[in-house]
DNA sequence: TCATAATCGTACCGTATGGTACGGTACGAT
DNA sequence: ATCGTACCGTACCATACGGTACGATTATGA
């Protein structure tokens, strides 16, 4: 056997790397320690873990990279949206991609990794530039995307795209946003159909005169 | 003298005050220790600290609570707005309301609050339910009072105005956000253009058809 | 089978933390 | 002058933290 796709230590990281990213969210850098995780890990050595992980920070820091590079699994979702050829599939297409940001803007899981990312990002600014690069942008890219190729059918007026993406975003963002301070049990759900309040208001500035 | 403004005690409770209030802001809640509270408020001795504030948890609710509740202090200035009498003048209005709140948002000061209240807010989940509750929502209703203001003399079209003053705000926000992960000397400082953007985009959807 | 790497247990170190104790000193009001 | 309150200095305590040391034990791969 030479192509072990996961050998003991690769499996004993991971566990490592898994326990350690269910606490951080939880309870953010400082007040997870390491005998926490390890106790997380059902790991019974302290040698183990150094043997992985050098520092503590290292720790954090692996972790939080996988979770920005594995989180736009969304994008794929939505980059295969159908150009819009009218006026009302393009507020379908608007529609569903709001729904689908306001979706992951709720979930406890995404909630939790901004909250630490804002939290730590003082003593890691590269991880939360890191972020907060590929994240939004990936979600304004994508509106502004749809937006042109509704522009080149002429099917809305000429307008700032960019301007456009961040409103909407932004009044997603501001549904979500109170739930980053709100213990998890009570989230307020904010309701799919403010999506749709914030794309039909939207399409009035689009349209032409 | 028995007209005290300030004893000497309550002089001492506010140098501690200022002092956990810059710290905090700074470093966030569990990295603040209480000695190095001490130094910077030049006490040299723990007793006068505890004296005042029985706990360090006491101390931080103390200082969060003064920094939401003297926070809306520019609420003032935009609550004064003489009522719109036309399109222009609507438009001049929201784009101070939105400059304003731009400028705000990007101050340091602000983002170090917002970013602390985030990170500390599983465990004072009070402190930011409070701070959320207050301060955003004072935004949106002066948004919504001039939009109702401008409707009711019929300058703009029956929309929801709720939704409309999501988009502004949370447009501002976008900009704004992404400094709350970035060191405090390379802040990109939103250009006050972007917020007549936003207001010039949201006009569109505002005029009646 | 054998050598090597990974894991285990446990003990340990230096440092920092929140908070307490206590005797002494300056101050402010009556 | 005096009395109570606030402040000072310093020492102390129990606990927790990140990280290291080291011998014993187990699994892995050739």
Redesign the pocket.
């Known amino acids: 056997?030479?192509q072990?796709t996961s050998?003991?230590?690769?499996?004993?990281?991971e566990?490592i790397r898994a326990a350690a990213r269910r606490l951080f969210l939880r309870q953010g850098?400082?007040?997870?320690?390491?005998?926490?995780?390890?106790a997380e890990a059902?790991?019974?050595?302290?040698?183990?873990?150094?043997?992985?992980?050098?520092?503590?920070?290292?720790?954090f820091a692996d972790v939080l990279r996988h979770l920005t590079l594995q989180r736009p699994d969304f994008s794929e979702r939505l980059t295969t949206l159908p150009a819009p050829h009218d006026l009302p599939s393009l507020r379908h297409a608007l529609t569903q991609i709001a729904r689908e940001i306001l979706a992951l803007m709720s979930q406890p899981d995404y909630l939790a990794l901004v909250r630490m990312i804002i939290a730590e990002a003082p003593r890691f600014p590269d991880l939360g530039a890191l972020f907060f690069e590929t994240v939004p942008l990936t979600g304004i890219s994508i509106i502004t995307a749809l937006l042109r190729q509704a522009r080149e059918q002429d099917i809305i007026a000429d307008v700032d795209f960019d301007v456009v993406a961040r409103l909407l975003l932004g009044g997603l963002l501001s549904y979500a946003i109170p739930n980053l301070v709100s213990a998890e049990k009570q989230l307020r759900a904010a309701p799919p159909d403010r999506a749709d309040a914030l794309v039909d208001m939207l399409m009035r500035a689009l349209t032409p005169r």
């Not at 050998?7 to 990281?13: D, G």
């Not at 019974?44 to 720790?59: A, D, M």
């Open positions: 056997m030479e072990h050998t003991r230590a690769q499996q004993t990281r566990r850098y400082l007040a997870t320690s390491m005998d926490a995780i390890l059902s790991i019974s050595s302290k040698e183990t873990l150094y043997r992985h992980y050098t520092n503590k920070e290292e720790l």
